[in-house]
């Protein structure tokens, strides 16, 4: 079943996504294209072949999350070039009518 203009029409709609009269005759091909080859694939993916998300294996890549001491305040707070009631003072980039 080929789409028409005015299914990729009601396509652009739902997709909030204005297209014009050529537009919509260019891409109702295109489209056709894309629903056949995805159709095809699942023809050949039989129930032997599990579904995948990624072409290759994927693992997790962080680290354990284990707690480890750390500065205090104090010591990171004495690196800085300015301090205001126990952290760090920057210069103001806003306005107050910002």
């Keep these: 079943m ?9 396509l652009g ?14 891409l109702a091909p295109q489209l056709d294209v894309i629903l056949a ?3 095809r694939v699942s023809e050949v993916a039989g129930a032997d072949v599990p579904p995948t998300s990624h072409a290759l294996p ?3 890549v962080f680290r354990e999350d284990i707690v480890t001491a750390s500065l205090t305040a104090e010591a990171v707070l ?17 306005t107050e009518d910002a």
Excluded: K, Q, Y
């Design 13 to 26: 709609e739902l997709a909030r996504v204005r297209l014009t009269e050529e537009e919509l005759v260019h």
């Design 78 to 94: 004495a690196g800085a070039p300015s301090v205001e009631d126990g952290r760090f003072r920057v210069p103001r980039i806003l």
């Design 2 to 10: 080929a789409l028409t203009p005015a299914d990729v029409a009601r």
């Design 58 to 60: 994927l693992t997790n």
């Design 37 to 39: 080859s995805v159709a």
